[in-house]
């Protein structure tokens, strides 16, 4: 077989732990590829490609199959990331100019975006551009997200894990609360804007002698802090410790968040949310009384990757694989996909679905997943989430601390 | 030899991951001495036992060494906490009557109590008091605390696993900062009122790639809002992300804590704390405007175990069968304490010290570990600590998520 072309993997949006796992996938697979020249990787996603900072990660991890080992399992991102948005492809053309002036610069026929919601955005527009100027170049993502919003997938790669890490905490919170004998209310915040996945897997804390978190508010239904309360003073009469789980962006039926600050916008007009924890805190406090604390789980959850799932780590190293091969057999303008073809014993298979189905839509949690009541899951939900977090990762450990792939290269690159 | 009276054993303050080791050392111990009776846990603490809410270990653990396996990795507290300061042995007899009372009709002639500072208050009064009606009873402090405050000891157990998590934690946080190519400030917040052996132990996240935490404050040493701001100024004139430790008990040069909520005060009078990262937060967004966020550790640093010290686990352990044979032999009024023999490679031994040269006594940082800047810590801080957070714990997994000794007997014989 000839060399056809190079290729080029970046990665973009928050971190997980689980995104590095895709990427070693992509370099193990690229690099025994007959087709595939040089494997480059892009800093800081598709806006350090314009400033045509790359690393030749044929180079860097070649001759290390090792290394690949460390970064599977390494969080957050080795390329580093952006946030970006690329505009209409019709509106404004300086940005898919620049892109693909280096794309043949640097001879780029396959272009994997690791990434989330906004990334499959710009999967989608260079994917749409590249038809509209008969561009030759094959473009693919591979999905990663916490959040687990993405629409035509089973799930998402570093949900898993991070799910896993909030059932781990939410249970070792619950134990910290239990050993005193008198009246409390622990205040569980978990990531989330517009979709509860994260904080729905608080429930996979519970055990055969621990029911907490014993309240799980989930920003698909309208929080009402007048039942919130009721739903306390209820629980407090049959148990000491109360442990509640709530989304970051739980909101009243009017869809204003339940938070003290809500006036901040990220570039993407986002609400910056922080607070809604800290602001249920203080109203327990006022109208019931009794012992209470906030705890925010905060970027710990994307990042723990020292208790990552091995379920969720394996997934997203094998779907790195399978986007190679997929953009080698000349599939593009796609995602990758996980499907789930058993339950019990888990088993997945892999698919790629348009893109277009799947940029800038939000998945949410279906409704006849919830409790009727709103303050809880049901068994259908558990029975999807059980499996996402099983099994654990031998991590690496050097002075006591865990040893991850360094990321200097991308002080080196940046500062 | 002969059975000389049963024993009660009984756990009091914060918890800790490692203070179940402890009471595993305890158990496996004294079920095995001839000496002793039946082993007696009180639940919730000194308070507990002052209304009869007692378990039969012996019974609960007798023909079950597989679940002593499972109490040493378990966090929190198996018996419950109390805080419960007794009154001055002089000026109240109420609490003193009952409790003697109860050892009477249980038969106690050895108590041991785990716990931090105030819980060793307990120790020293009821071995006064002991002395006073001269009372035939064995009465030992075993130290736990995450704070590392306890003088006449090398280190506390529980220390040493809350130093692991905080290191991995803020590892795993720089990772997660890294990744964006804009200037970024990150402030962690992290326990310690009055002393930041905890806040130095994110010293040992830096390693050959991340000079993470780039700026630490203890609060052993006046905290200047505007020396900070001066200090994160100039870190990133040169560097693109500046991670910052802080305790959440650094304070000014007049000891007014640096924090929005400081009006309530705990039953021991101490000030109950939250909010100076929050505070710092916001002072970087005002007086810098860069991106800021920042993250409290909040309770997970003394409960996650899930990421405990091996050193820790194992000395806690022993030291708990150290603390039986100690008081079989006749000690009491003590505390038992750790001797480090060698650092590298570290070695400890044990032995024994008066209960008054340690309770209510606070064990603070030396000034000269701490760097004249009072940014940051030295290297004989960095010796001392490293070898406390080395090795790793075999932690059960159940579906996804650890499998702890269950604690449902607190709820049933207290709710």
Redesign the interface.
């Known amino acids: 077989m000839n060399i056809n072309g190079n290729c080029l993997v970046a ?1 973009s949006g928050g ?1 997980t732990t689980a995104i590095n796992a895709s990427l070693a996938g992509v370099i193990e697979r690229a690099i025994k590829n007959e087709s595939i020249g040089t494997i480059y990787g892009a800093i ?1 996603g598709i ?2 490609f314009m400033e045509k900072r790359v690393l030749n990660l044929s180079e860097a991890f070649g001759n290390h199959p090792d290394l690949l080992d460390k970064l599977k399992i ?4 080795y390329l ?4 970006y948005r690329l505009p209409d492809i019709d509106s404004d053309c300086e940005d898919y100019s620049i892109i693909f002036g280096l794309f043949k610069i640097y001879d780029i026929k396959y272009f994997l975006y690791i990434g989330g919601n906004d990334s499959m955005d710009t999967v989608a527009k260079l994917s749409l551009y590249a038809k509209k100027i008969n561009y030759d170049i094959h473009i693919m993502g591979i999905p990663k997200t916490i959040d687990n919003d993405l629409a035509c997938t089973d799930h998402t790669p570093g949900y898993g894990s991070a799910a ?1 890490y909030i ?3 939410v ?3 619950a ?2 609360a ?4 008198v009246p409390s209310v622990s205040i569980i915040e978990i990531m989330g804007r517009n979709v509860g996945w994260l904080t729905a897997a608080s429930a ?2 519970r ?4 029911t907490a978190p014993h309240l799980i508010y989930l920003p698909e239904k309208a929080f009402n802090t007048d039942n919130f309360i009721a739903d306390v003073k209820h629980l407090l009469t ?3 410790h109360v442990i509640v789980a709530i989304s970051e962006g739980i909101h009243d039926e009017n869809g204003n968040y339940i938070s003290s600050q809500s006036d901040n916008v990220d570039q993407f007009g986002h609400v910056m949310l922080s607070g809604a924890g800290k602001y249920l805190e203080t109203l327990v406090a006022n109208e019931i009384g009794c012992k209470v ?1 906030s ?2 789980l ?3 959850q ?6 990552s ?1 091995k379920t969720d780590i394996d997934e997203s190293f094998i779907l790195g694989q399978y986007a190679v091969d997929r953009i080698i057999e000349g599939h593009s303008g796609e995602m990758v996909v996980i499907n789930r073809v058993e339950n019990s014993p888990y088993k997945s298979e892999f698919s790629t679905a348009s893109i277009h189905d799947i940029a800038n839509i939000e998945k949410k949690i279906p409704l006849d997943w919830i409790s009727d009541s709103g303050n809880d899951i049901n068994s259908e939900l558990i029975k999807y989430m ?1 499996p996402l ?4 990762i031998d991590v690496p ?8 792939m ?3 290269h ?2 080196g690159l ?2």
Do not use: W
């Open positions: 990665q971190p800081n806006k350090g390494s969080p957050s991102m580093g990331s952006c946030r896993k059932a781990t905490s249970l070792e919170v134990h910290d239990y050993i005193y004998n996979l804390a055990n055969k002698y621990s049959m148990r000491k604390r705890i925010e905060n970027v710990l994307r990042c723990a990757a020292h208790t799932s059980q977090i099983e099994g654990e450990y050097e002075n006591g601390v865990p040893s991850y360094p990321v200097d991308l002080f940046t500062e």
